[in-house]
């Protein structure tokens, strides 16, 4: 499974999510990545990501809940599944 979490914090910064953005990703195999999105370069335009929790020897097993929240306490949930197969 590839999930572009960039394109997700650019979303919800369009919908009025303010940086810094924390988020913690949790598989159903109690699988854990943390951490904050912040504004970098001159302009503040581009993302800098710094993990701060990884869970060591573990993948994050689907369905994944990704749960951001930006400064003020706002919050949105992501649930990643994997696309069932087709026949």
Do not use: W
């Not at 912040?38 to 369905?63: E, F, M, W, Y």
């Amino acid at each position: 499974m590839i999930y572009d979490s960039r394109e997700s914090v650019l979303q919800l910064l369009e919908h009025g999510f303010q940086m810094p953005i924390h988020f913690a990703a949790i598989g159903t195999n109690g699988s854990v990545v943390a951490g904050t999105y912040s504004s970098s370069g001159r302009d503040g335009a581009g993302l800098d990501c710094h993990i701060t929790v990884r869970t060591k020897g573990q993948n994050l097993t689907s369905p994944v809940n990704i749960m951001y929240v930006d400064r003020r306490g706002e919050s949105a949930l992501i649930v990643l599944r994997e696309k069932p197969d087709t026949p």
